[in-house]
């Protein structure tokens, strides 16, 4: 007979892509998430919570940089010949949430929704394939001071997260106005020519229609955007190479580029560097960038009113900034996007210094819902990436990763566990975090580690001279440890950091402890 084959063991390890969260952790991104609900729900939005799952039908095509539904996203076949899939984000399952319950709804309809998402990619340094977010959104106004609102709220949001004024910025742009330039460029060629005969500075636009495959022109304006989005990373040079022909990256490897004549690269480079020296001088760049296009004059009209509001609410360039380099590379976006940056820097990897980068984006999508009810619904909204926001705290020495611990009940015998439950149910039951060791008893010094490790504010010591005499001791471990570092510095000296005190003192002596290590 045959020797039945051992299974091997399954490797403990967490899957590329994903993390294993500990207590700390755990309780610093629930303190964050706290602290951004309490910003929303200041600012009017009622919490929502949709399924984790949603059909792949309704999760669209609007999965980041992919062409097909099935791609990016974790999805499987159930039996009634349904794909399903995890969400990829929560302003998909929005749309279908509120074209299915729209009529219950107020209009218009302002939701947050926080929780994982999930993304079917290629896992990297900082980049996973689940994460939290963070979003809110308002759908049914058209006004672009729904936009402006939305901006507001997330300067404020950073501002109450620890992210201090100085350290970050709002950038807004209007795809409107890209998308004049785009309509621009693929609609007619321009030559360089005499200056004064343009609208564009330097360029003479010959009035001569731009004959090109409908299909390949939409495919070349997406790339055209893809490559915009990269300003920040390459630079004018960079991007006009890759709006290009195409250029070589740092390792030396070719990247294909977008395949645009010099003559149409140089309206998105006068596009890409309209910032002026203030909001008003770079709306009037942005006018000049987009010519005699309606779509793109509408865009800066609705950016100048934007900035209107943002100066009578008080948010200066400190805070929130017109920036034409903004792009955001979803393709659902048909009006104001807005991206948070944080402006510090911090090191890579390889101990280099960069500037941390964008935490959140978002921006209007008026076509989104219309997928499900054949009728165009204004919607805008904003995404906080909470695990890159959390990060970011960290790099700056901003983030408390040592969470207390609970006060510990050492156990000195074990046949009087009753007793002690006792004790961790009174300290419970006034709103002490507290828990009975549980482990074996024999050794107290292994207690006391365990209660260290547990990075426990207070030790409960009874054994059976304190319950004769209706005592017990505490002892104070946060200034124990202290009193250890320090203990030839003669301010430690004769200060107790245990006590014994009256069974019926427990509660209000363990209180004045923990009151202590606060102050």
Same mark, same amino acid.
């Given at each position: 007979m045959a020797k039945e084959k051992k299974q091997p063991r399954p490797k403990a390890q967490t899957p590329k892509g994903f993390q294993d969260y500990f207590g700390a952790q755990v309780e610093a991104r629930t303190e964050m998430l706290r602290k951004i609900a309490g910003v929303y729900?200041?600012?009017?939005?009622?919490?929502?919570?949709?399924?984790?799952?949603?059909?792949?039908?309704?999760?669209?095509?609007?999965?980041?940089?992919?062409?097909?539904?099935?791609?990016?996203?974790?999805?499987?076949?159930?039996?009634?010949?349904?794909?399903?899939?995890?969400?990829?984000?929560?302003?998909?399952?929005?749309?279908?949430?509120?074209?299915?319950?729209?009529?219950?709804?107020?209009?218009?309809?302002?939701?947050?929704?926080?929780?994982p998402v999930w993304r079917n990619e290629k896992p990297g340094p900082g980049r996973f394939r689940q994460f939290y977010q963070c979003d809110a959104d308002t759908v049914g106004a058209s006004?672009?001071?729904?936009?402006?609102?939305i901006c507001a709220m997330l300067s404020d949001t950073l501002e109450v997260v620890g992210i201090p004024r100085g350290d970050y910025v709002v950038r807004v742009n209007n795809r409107k106005v890209l998308n004049g330039v785009l309509e621009w460029v693929?609609?007619?060629?321009?030559?360089?020519?005499?200056?004064?005969?343009?609208?564009?500075?330097?360029?003479?636009?010959?009035?001569?229609?731009?004959?090109?495959?409908?299909?390949?022109?939409?495919?070349?304006?997406?790339?055209?955007?893809r490559t915009i989005d990269k300003f920040d990373k390459v630079g004018e040079s960079g991007v006009r190479e890759l709006l290009g022909q195409g250029r070589l990256d740092s390792s030396g490897a070719f990247i294909d580029g977008v395949g645009l004549s010099d003559t149409q690269v140089e309206p998105v480079i006068t596009f890409l560097t309209s910032k002026g020296e203030n909001t008003a001088a770079t709306l009037e760049n942005l006018q000049v960038a987009v010519g005699d296009s309606d779509i793109g004059q509408q865009g800066v009209a609705e950016l100048r009113e934007m900035a209107d509001i943002f100066d009578e609410l008080g948010y200066g360039a400190d805070?929130?900034?017109?920036?034409?380099?903004?792009?955001?590379?979803?393709?659902?976006?048909?009006?104001?996007?807005?991206?948070?940056?944080?402006?510090?820097?911090?090191?890579?990897?390889?101990?280099r210094p960069r500037n941390f980068g964008s935490v959140a984006g978002g921006g209007r999508y008026d076509d989104l819902v219309k997928r499900f009810t054949g009728q165009e619904v204004p919607a805008t909204g904003v995404s906080i990436g909470v695990d890159r926001l959390l990060a970011a705290l960290d790099a700056k020495g901003r983030l408390d990763t040592t969470a207390a611990g609970p006060v510990v009940v050492t156990v000195m015998d074990r046949d009087q566990m009753a007793y002690y439950q006792?004790?961790?149910?009174?300290?419970?039951?006034?709103?002490?975090?507290?828990?009975?060791?549980?482990?074996?008893?024999?050794?107290?010094?292994?207690?006391?580690?365990?209660?260290?490790?547990?990075?426990?504010? *207070?030790?409960?010591?009874?054994?059976?001279?304190?319950?004769?005499?209706?005592?017990?001791?505490?002892?104070?471990?946060?200034?124990?440890?202290? *009193?250890?570092?320090?203990?030839?510095?003669?301010?430690?000296?004769?200060?107790?950091?245990?006590?014994?005190?009256?069974?019926?003192?427990?509660?209000?002596?363990?209180?004045?402890?923990?009151?202590?290590?606060?102050?």
């Open positions: 729900h200041r600012y009017g939005f009622d919490a929502l919570e949709t399924s984790a799952v949603e059909t792949v039908e309704a999760l669209g095509k609007f999965l980041p940089d992919v062409d097909r539904p099935n791609e990016g996203v974790f999805a499987w076949l159930e039996e009634d010949k349904d794909w399903l899939a995890l969400r990829y984000d929560l302003t998909a399952p929005l749309a279908r949430a509120y074209a299915q319950h729209r009529n219950d709804l107020p209009n218009p309809y302002r939701r947050y929704a926080m929780g006004s672009v001071a729904a936009d402006a609102e693929f609609s007619r060629k321009n030559e360089i020519d005499n200056p004064s005969n343009s609208k564009l500075p330097h360029h003479r636009v010959v009035q001569k229609m731009y004959s090109e495959n409908p299909e390949n022109i939409e495919t070349k304006k997406l790339n055209v955007l805070r929130i900034v017109i920036d034409p380099s903004v792009v955001r590379g979803l393709g659902y976006y048909t009006g104001p996007v807005f991206e948070a940056e944080l402006t510090f820097e911090v090191l890579d990897d390889k101990g006792g004790l961790v149910a009174e300290l419970r039951n006034n709103g002490i975090r507290a828990e009975v060791y549980l482990g074996n008893p024999k050794n107290f010094g292994n207690q006391l580690k365990y209660a260290d490790k547990r990075n426990s504010p *207070i030790a409960v010591i009874v054994g059976g001279d304190e319950m004769a005499a209706d005592v017990v001791q505490i002892k104070d471990l946060i200034l124990g440890a202290k *009193i250890a570092e320090n203990a030839t510095l003669e301010e430690w000296k004769g200060r107790p950091s245990q006590y014994e005190v009256p069974r019926a003192e427990l509660v209000a002596k363990v209180r004045e402890i923990l009151n202590g290590q606060d102050e």
